[in-house]
């Protein structure tokens, strides 16, 4: 099989294929984008908007491809177009005009105005537009953004079974310490430091999950599987395991390495850093130890 290579698309996506020998370990991270495409024309200011990103979640995770695991991070904002959402997760009455894509069937998210893309924004559902988006918007926002990233997500993995005979694949993604009224806790619920979302057990095998909350636990943090988060989009279409193909989803309290109201590196940044390249480096571990279609 081919090896996996540097892919950049301006706007859209980065992808870092491993530079140390290579393993069965696949990173991405689909909110981590902040470039706002030319002609994007919010109701309000952008800057009110940023909170959406999850910031510095594809830095974290940089230490990857020097353990031999490929990185991938949208570059694109997932309130614009979210690559964790199918691309029929909108609500019809959020769009105008002639819709000539598959039939919409939104979820719960979607018709709170955080489907695939956003027309509502927390704590006090902020309208993002003045109304709906124009059908022929929302199909130009599936066809450059969201369609892109899952076709080098899927050339990542299928690298990885290619070579591997399966992979594991860790879904990367930050939270608010605090819910907001669009979350599905009560607002105001104060989160655990992370969550693992593995679909009950569906996206992955057990020992996955587990490696994953040992090494946290053992440093201290609070960690809980399945809840309120279980995994959406990307770990449903990337998690199988009887077929070796293993998808775990991995949500951090940005409170633990960031000034959640300034919006920026906190003061233990570097220490969250060092946190996830020894995840990284226990997994390549994992992934050497326990090959993927044995987990299975």
Not at 15 to 31: E, G, Q
Not at 62 to 69: E, K, L, R, S
Not at 245 to 257: A, C, N
Request: hydrophobic share 40%.
């Amino acid at each position: 099989m081919e090896d996996l290579a540097d892919l950049e698309v301006p706007g859209v996506l980065r992808l870092r294929a491993p530079k140390a020998p290579a393993v069965p370990l696949v990173f991405d991270s689909p909110h981590s984008g902040s470039v706002y495409p030319d002609g994007f024309a919010p109701a309000v200011p952008v800057a009110a908007l940023r909170g959406a990103e999850d910031f510095f979640v594809d830095d974290l995770y940089g230490a990857a491809p020097d353990h031999g695991a490929a990185l991938l991070a949208a570059l694109f904002p997932r309130l614009y177009v979210d690559p964790n959402r199918a691309e029929t997760d909108m609500d019809p009455a959020h769009v105008s005009g002639d819709w000539a894509g598959p039939p919409l069937a939104p979820g719960a998210k979607a018709k709170l105005g955080q489907g695939l893309v956003w027309l509502r924004y927390p704590p006090d559902a902020l309208p993002v537009y003045d109304g709906p988006i124009a059908a022929a918007d929302l199909a130009a926002r599936i066809e450059t953004y969201h369609r892109p990233y899952h076709a080098a997500l899927r050339r990542m993995l299928d690298w990885a079974v290619g070579r591997f005979g399966g992979y594991y694949h860790i879904d990367c993604h930050s939270m608010p310490s605090v819910a907001t009224d669009l979350s599905p806790e009560p607002t105001g619920t104060v989160r655990p430091d992370f969550v693992l979302g593995s679909r009950d057990g569906t996206s992955c095998c057990p020992e996955l999950t587990e490696v994953v909350r040992a090494y946290l636990v053992g440093r201290g943090y609070d960690v809980r599987v399945d809840f309120w988060y279980k995994g959406v989009e990307i770990v449903r279409l990337s998690g199988d395991p009887a077929a070796g193909r293993h998808s775990l989803q991995v949500e951090i309290s940005r409170r633990i390495y960031m000034d959640e109201a300034r919006l920026q590196k906190g003061a233990d940044y570097a220490a969250a850093k060092d946190l996830f390249t020894g995840l990284i480096a226990e997994l390549r571990q994992f992934a050497a130890d326990c090959p993927p279609g044995r987990a299975a």
